[in-house]
């Protein structure tokens, strides 16, 4: 399955930063880490800093998959609002993972500090009422995130007018959030693994995966054997093929970029990403040279070809939606692309063992609109369950939450 169309601006601002090794050879190691996007190499710089030797298996180029398509808005608000969590799951467990994303966020930049050029920028959020209808929502939803220590505020019609330059009924404006290039991180966390002594092979697919008492043993398409104790599934979307029942839905996101825009065209837009109410839903960021990345009009199509035929059609569709809102912006997309996403019921991510597979295959399936912060997550989450930790979230980003779902 191909996870893009179009061209994905990463990939062309970027191009192929390195190539890997190929992995031709039979090979023991301490802990295979199936899958070269984003959530593979925070998951692999983890356990290699913390002394774990870890074998990373990527079938295409490295970054290649769905990180390259993402438009790596990285905020602490789960697409499922903390109110509906709690009802689900209670407000300790809503509030715990609305937390751990914002912590995330801290995280991604100490490690972005440490990587240095990755465009790692500090940004407001502002999540708008689509409509008059949203407004009692959000508002219920920003009281609840105060009551827990959330920093967030509630903008009036008049004043996101006014500030923002567009028309909607109420926002949530929160200052934690950030953006990235993550395509970019991909390829120097990959490049710290192997400095550090970790390995990491592209062109290399993983075929068979075979769990025993005493670890795993997988084969490669090439033939080659490898032994290890622990499996990290992080074959984004493709995880899903290796578990005996559906756990997400795969669907498709489209996004545009334009050429770099005057700071007065952008005006509050430069620093603020935003989002809004209606599902699917609009979202929109910046880049650091002030080119506008929009992205949204999801739909649950996951066949390439046919994603490919939609991507001209949704990017004009996109820059319509942002010219209503701000009618002097002219918007030409420069590049368009879609790519491939997965949406969990309740918009958590699921990490760690499954049942099927036993105690040593670990899943790393950091699902949903902020799946980079989710990997974040899952990177210390997985490595505390290796080392035989408790965490806090094992247990509600685990598989066992399908049984509470159905
Ligand atoms: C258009 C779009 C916009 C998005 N916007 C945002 C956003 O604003 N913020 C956010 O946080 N997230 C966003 N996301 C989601 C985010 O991109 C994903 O959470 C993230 O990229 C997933 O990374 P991954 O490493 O899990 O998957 P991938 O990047 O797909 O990497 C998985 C890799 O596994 C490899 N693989 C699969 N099977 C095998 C095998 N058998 N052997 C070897 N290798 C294998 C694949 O080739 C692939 O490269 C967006 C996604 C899309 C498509």
């Given at each position: 399955?191909?996870?893009?169309?179009?061209?994905?601006?990463?990939?062309?601002?970027?191009?192929?930063l390195?190539?890997?090794?190929?992995?031709?050879?039979?090979?023991?190691?301490?802990?295979?880490?199936?899958?070269?996007?984003?959530?593979?190499?925070?998951?692999?710089?983890?356990?290699?800093?913390?002394?774990?030797?870890?074998?990373?298996?990527?079938?295409?180029?490295?970054?290649?998959?769905?990180?390259?398509a993402?438009?790596?808005?990285?905020?602490?608000?789960?697409?499922?609002?903390?109110?509906?969590?709690?009802?689900?799951?209670?407000?300790?467990?809503?509030?715990?993972?609305?937390?751990?994303c914002a912590?995330?966020?801290?995280?991604?930049?100490?490690?972005?500090?440490?990587?240095?050029?990755?465009d790692?920028?500090?940004?407001?959020?502002?999540?708008?009422?689509?409509?008059?209808?949203?407004?009692?929502?959000?508002?219920?939803?920003?009281?609840?995130?105060?009551?827990?220590?959330?920093?967030?505020?509630?903008?009036?019609?008049?004043?996101?007018?006014?500030?923002?330059?567009?028309?909607?009924?109420?926002?949530i404006?929160?200052?934690?959030?950030?953006?990235?290039?993550?395509?970019?991180?991909?390829?120097?966390?990959?490049?710290?693994?192997?400095?550090?002594?970790?390995?990491?092979?592209?062109?290399?697919?993983?075929?068979?995966?075979?769990?025993?008492?005493?670890?795993?043993?997988?084969?490669?398409?090439?033939?080659?054997?490898?032994?290890?104790q622990?499996?990290?599934?992080?074959?984004?979307?493709?995880?899903?093929?290796?578990?005996?029942?559906?756990?997400?839905?795969?669907?498709?996101?489209?996004?545009?970029?334009?050429?770099?825009?005057?700071?007065?065209?952008?005006?509050?837009?430069?620093?603020?990403?935003?989002?809004?109410?209606?599902?699917?839903?609009?979202?929109?960021?910046?880049?650091?040279?002030?080119?506008?990345?929009v992205?949204?009009?999801?739909?649950?199509?996951?066949?390439?070809?046919?994603?490919?035929?939609?991507?001209?059609?949704?990017?004009?569709?996109?820059?319509?939606?942002?010219?209503?809102?701000?009618?002097?912006?002219?918007?030409?997309?420069?590049?368009?692309?879609?790519g491939?996403?997965?949406?969990?019921?309740?918009?958590?991510?699921?990490?760690?063992?499954?049942?099927?597979?036993?105690?040593?295959?670990?899943?790393?399936?950091?699902?949903?609109?902020?799946?980079?912060?989710?990997?974040?997550?899952?990177?210390?989450?997985?490595?505390?369950?290796?080392?035989?930790?408790?965490?806090?979230?094992?247990?509600?980003?685990?598989?066992?939450?399908?049984?509470?779902?159905?």
């Amino acid at each position: 399955m191909d996870l893009k169309s179009g061209y994905p601006f990463w990939a062309v601002k970027n191009g192929l930063l390195k190539t890997f090794p190929q992995l031709t050879r039979d090979h023991l190691c301490e802990v295979v880490v199936i899958g070269g996007g984003i959530t593979g190499a925070l998951i692999a710089d983890e356990l290699n800093r913390n002394g774990h030797h870890v074998v990373v298996l990527e079938r295409r180029d490295v970054g290649w998959g769905s990180s390259a398509a993402s438009t790596a808005l990285l905020q602490y608000e789960i697409d499922t609002h903390m109110t509906e969590l709690a009802e689900r799951y209670g407000e300790a467990d809503a509030v715990r993972a609305y937390r751990a994303c914002a912590e995330a966020i801290g995280e991604l930049e100490s490690l972005a500090a440490g990587l240095g050029d990755v465009d790692f920028e500090r940004q407001q959020s502002l999540y708008y009422a689509s409509s008059e209808e949203d407004v009692a929502s959000l508002q219920e939803e920003l009281a609840l995130r105060q009551k827990h220590g959330f920093e967030a505020e509630w903008l009036e019609r008049e004043a996101i007018l006014a500030e923002y330059g567009f028309e909607a009924p109420g926002a949530i404006l929160t200052q934690l959030a950030a953006t990235i290039d993550p395509y970019r991180m991909a390829y120097q966390l990959f490049s710290r693994v192997v400095e550090r002594g970790g390995e990491v092979y592209d062109r290399t697919q993983m075929e068979t995966m075979t769990p025993d008492g005493q670890g795993v043993s997988l084969t490669l398409a090439n033939g080659a054997k490898l032994c290890c104790q622990y499996v990290v599934m992080a074959a984004g979307y493709e995880s899903q093929a290796w578990l005996p029942e559906k756990v997400a839905v795969n669907r498709s996101s489209y996004a545009l970029i334009t050429d770099p825009l005057p700071p007065e065209a952008l005006g509050k837009l430069r620093h603020t990403m935003m989002w809004e109410s209606s599902r699917p839903y609009l979202y929109m960021r910046t880049t650091c040279d002030g080119r506008l990345l929009v992205g949204g009009d999801d739909d649950d199509e996951d066949i390439p070809k046919r994603r490919d035929a939609r991507v001209e059609e949704k990017a004009k569709g996109l820059a319509a939606k942002i010219e209503t809102l701000w009618p002097k912006l002219d918007i030409n997309p420069t590049f368009s692309w879609g790519g491939t996403f997965a949406e969990t019921d309740d918009g958590l991510p699921f990490f760690g063992p499954h049942d099927a597979l036993g105690p040593r295959v670990h899943f790393a399936m950091a699902y949903g609109g902020n799946g980079i912060s989710y990997s974040m997550i899952g990177a210390k989450l997985l490595r505390a369950l290796i080392e035989g930790r408790e965490y806090p979230l094992a247990e509600l980003f685990s598989f066992r939450r399908l049984a509470k779902m159905s």
